[in-house]
């Protein structure tokens, strides 16, 4: 009985250390050690408690392939090859990279409690878009910056101290285009399990544009189009059996879209819509994701056999994310992270899947695999789930057919 309650009690620290890793990774544990986040501390705390209580499975997790445990090898490999070179940066951003591995892919399974998760998540994207608006509100109407970060705490970010948020809004985290990461995991979350309403859908999508962040804008529509361009992939004659609940869905949806043009339509007219388009007429926005993609590939065919085989240790990584794995763990490793994530596909469930093709998405302009706005810890726990609902789903189709016959 004891044994339980310890186990729930972890279950809900690891859920809710999981959804608010974004927060948790803004603040350093003291000005010295600014980069060294809560999020790491409380992961390690978690972990050390959870091997103290001898609560994971023996032996290999039913919903981690041996893909995972490949690159986990690849990974230290690629780390004791280049701490030749004397750099403990990327030595450390290394042993990171392996608890972010280690807390999703292993721990996950066992102590991530989906429900829970999803409802601290509406909370938190709730609370930011409210908050973001807020911020808008403020700063056009009453020319006062309001701040999303805790001034007494030191921020991993210096240059967040420093961020204009007169023309930028940052909401609670500490990147503007962090907000629109983590709405999107919860739209495609919210729109499998019919939890999103035309509110929640206005109040994000409002947020989304009056961020001034080109990834919150592009991650909104992308997120749109692949849920509802997924719902076509549905047999027709599902679809035909729910046509009220479907059409019930269109004309809800017209109505956001209606109220969400209007939102637009107000934000052209304020000075972050000019500070948004001068962005993207000089190319600032494109340049700064995409600009040093050719060089480091051009510097990876550079290198010798073993850093093309095994890479750089995360010594050096551009910001696109497939391009950091191949830079930093090696032709290997990229193709062993590319099979893990097949595996991940062909396994989980419809929800799974569209979060998984989010996350891809995600890193062709940013470095998601490594867990800078912490989406990895955000949307694998979800997919992760979805393999055991599956194979639960399955069994079900299995006794059921049994039962008949």
Not at 63 to 85: G, H, K, P, Q
Not at 272 to 292: C, K, M, P
Not at 333 to 352: A, D, P, Q, V, Y
């Amino acid at each position: 009985m004891k044994n339980k309650k310890n186990q729930k009690i972890i279950v809900t620290i690891f859920t809710m250390t999981a959804i608010l890793s974004p927060l948790l990774n803004m603040y350093g544990i003291s000005e010295k050690y600014h980069t060294f986040t809560f999020r790491e501390v409380a992961m390690l705390l978690i972990l050390m408690i959870c091997t103290l209580f001898s609560f994971v499975k023996r032996g290999r997790s039913k919903n981690t392939s041996i893909w995972f445990y490949s690159y986990i090898v690849v990974v230290i490999l690629s780390m004791l090859i280049n701490a030749s070179t004397g750099d403990s940066e990327s030595v450390l951003r290394v042993i990171r990279y392996l608890l972010i591995l280690f807390f999703v892919f292993i721990f996950s399974e066992k102590y991530f409690n989906s429900k829970l998760g999803f409802k601290v998540y509406e909370a938190l994207v709730i609370f930011a878009s409210i908050f973001l608006i807020t911020q808008v509100i403020a700063a056009n109407y009453f020319g006062i910056e309001i701040k999303g970060y805790l001034s007494f705490i030191p921020t991993r970010s210096i240059n967040l101290r420093k961020a204009n948020g007169l023309l930028r809004f940052y909401s609670i985290f500490e990147e503007p285009g962090y907000y629109g990461m983590i709405m999107s995991g919860y739209l495609i979350i919210g729109f499998r399990n019919h939890k999103m309403t035309v509110l929640k859908l206005i109040l994000v999508s409002a947020a989304s544009l009056l961020s001034t962040a080109t990834t919150s804008i592009v991650l909104l529509i992308f997120t749109l189009v692949l849920f509802y361009s997924s719902n076509l992939l549905v047999n027709h004659s599902i679809r035909k059996k729910h046509i009220g609940i479907v059409n019930k869905k269109k004309s809800r949806i017209i109505l956001a879209i209606t109220l969400v043009l209007l939102v637009f339509i107000v934000f052209t007219v304020t000075p972050q819509f000019e500070f948004v388009l001068n962005r993207l007429e000089d190319g600032h926005s494109a340049n700064s994701r995409f600009g040093d993609n050719i060089r480091f590939l051009e510097n990876f065919n550079k290198y010798d056999f073993f850093k093309i085989l095994f890479g750089n240790g995360m010594n050096e990584y551009p910001i696109n994310g497939f391009i950091a794995i191949l830079v930093s763990y090696g032709i290997l490793g990229f193709l062993i992270f590319s099979l893990m994530m097949i595996n991940f596909f062909r396994k989980t469930n419809g929800t799974g899947r569209l979060l998984l093709l989010l996350f891809l998405f995600i890193n062709i302009a940013n470095v998601e695999v490594f867990g800078n706005a912490s989406t990895i810890i955000l949307f694998f726990p979800f997919i992760i789930n979805g393999i055991r609902n599956k194979n639960q789903n399955r069994k079900e189709d299995q006794n059921e057919i049994c039962i008949v016959m």
